[in-house]
């Protein structure tokens, strides 16, 4: 049996990572096997470029942006994603195509449909959770958090991508089945499996348990 392909995506501050580590621990107490994994991904060496010439903001091509992260991508995908997958393992992935459709789409300004275009070629998660949080209450916990900004790590830049992936996640509901979260706390219906708007803006604890009522449906719990 195949596993479910979850991802998790957010600005930077949305709680996303945090929520990943939650949803493990989880998974371990069940015995439900997983992988934990990000991207950009150490595993090939793309990561370090990324962080030394782009996050740095050596490198400010939107263009060289796009294909270094769909260089990652591709990577991972092909070696980690599909073969843990086909083994039946869950992956649970911080950050996959959203990310390029917002960071090098939206806010860097390269044509939607060209990102999509490229994009395109990548394997449609099982379950996209998508931590919803406005710009102040990220800003805020990125402050708490006190480490070094890196490029896209801006107010003006978290505005934008927060309205970004807003306009995603509508986009997306247009044409495909989804998972609505209306409040925390409030049951949500499940009207299909691939898309989950957690409200990011509650405590750790309440968040993780939006992200796992979601997981379980995608996995038959
Ligand atoms: P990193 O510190 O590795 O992770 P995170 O912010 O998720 O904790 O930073 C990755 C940065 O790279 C982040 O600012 C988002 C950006 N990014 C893109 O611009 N495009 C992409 O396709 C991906 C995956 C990330």
Redesign the pocket.
């Known amino acids: 049996m195949t596993g479910k392909f979850i991802v998790f995506e957010g600005i930077?501050g949305s709680g996303k990572?945090t929520c990943l580590e939650e949803v493990a621990k989880y998974l371990t107490e069940k015995n439900i096997p997983h992988i934990k994994t990000?991207?950009?991904n150490e595993k090939f060496g793309i990561?370090s470029l990324?962080k030394k010439e782009i996050?740095s903001g050596n490198i400010d091509d939107p263009v060289i942006?796009l294909f270094a992260?769909s260089l990652d991508?591709r990577l991972h995908s092909k070696n980690e994603i599909t073969p843990f997958l086909e083994k039946g393992y869950n992956i649970l992935c911080?950050?996959?195509v959203w990310?390029?459709r917002a960071?090098?789409g939206y806010l860097q300004g390269l044509p939607r449909d060209y990102v999509e275009q490229v994009q395109s070629i990548f394997l449609v998660p099982d379950l996209t959770l998508f931590f919803c949080v406005y710009e102040d209450v990220a800003i805020a916990r990125l402050r708490k958090r006190g480490t070094p900004k890196?490029?896209?790590?801006e107010i003006e830049d978290l505005r934008k991508l927060s309205l970004a992936y807003l306009d995603i996640w509508a986009r997306t509901k247009g044409h495909t089945r989804f998972i609505d979260v209306p409040e925390a706390g409030t049951e949500i219906e499940i009207k299909g499996d691939k898309l989950c708007r957690i409200d990011a803006s509650k405590s750790k604890k309440a968040v993780a348990q939006q992200a796992i009522k979601a997981i379980n449906e995608v996995l038959g719990l």
Do not use: A, G, N
């Not at 890196?150 to 790590?153: A, C, G, L, Q, R």
């Open positions: 930077d990572s990000e991207e950009p990561r990324i996050l942006d992260f991508r911080d950050r996959y990310s390029t960071y090098q890196e490029k896209f790590e």
